[in-house]
């Protein structure tokens, strides 16, 4: 593993990025595991929002995490900042790529975006490095 750590090796260190860069990717793993339940499986498509709500929460504290536990202090901040701008870009996305429209569910989706991210970069600030 060292090896290939020689040649291919790169670290984010901002770390509202990285946060970002692992709640995506959480999220997308989220939806892949979503999508083979709905194919495998009798699950409707109208029953998938309470799973995506999950999903985006999951990927927000996580996203949350890595962010406090890179920045060293302050990581509510840092996992907020990460859980707003998550949220901001998943709005941006819908909007964009679906046609949506902003209600205030969306801005109350944002707001809960923001305490996960808030919270689990309080919980990324404790653990050990």
Partial sequence: MQFIRQFISFRINNSILAG??????????GAFILSLLLWLSGMQEHELAKYTYIIHGI???????????????????HG?????LYGIIILLIG?????????TNDLIGICVSIIIGATGGMFGINLKK
């Fill in 20 to 29: 970002l860069c692992y709640a995506f990717s959480w999220m997308m793993l």
């Fill in 59 to 77: 990927s927000s504290a996580i996203g949350g995490i890595v962010s406090g536990k890179r920045s060293g202090s302050k990581g509510w901040v």
């Fill in 80 to 84: 907020g900042i990460t859980g707003l």
């Fill in 95 to 103: 909007f964009l790529a679906l046609d949506n429209s902003f209600t």
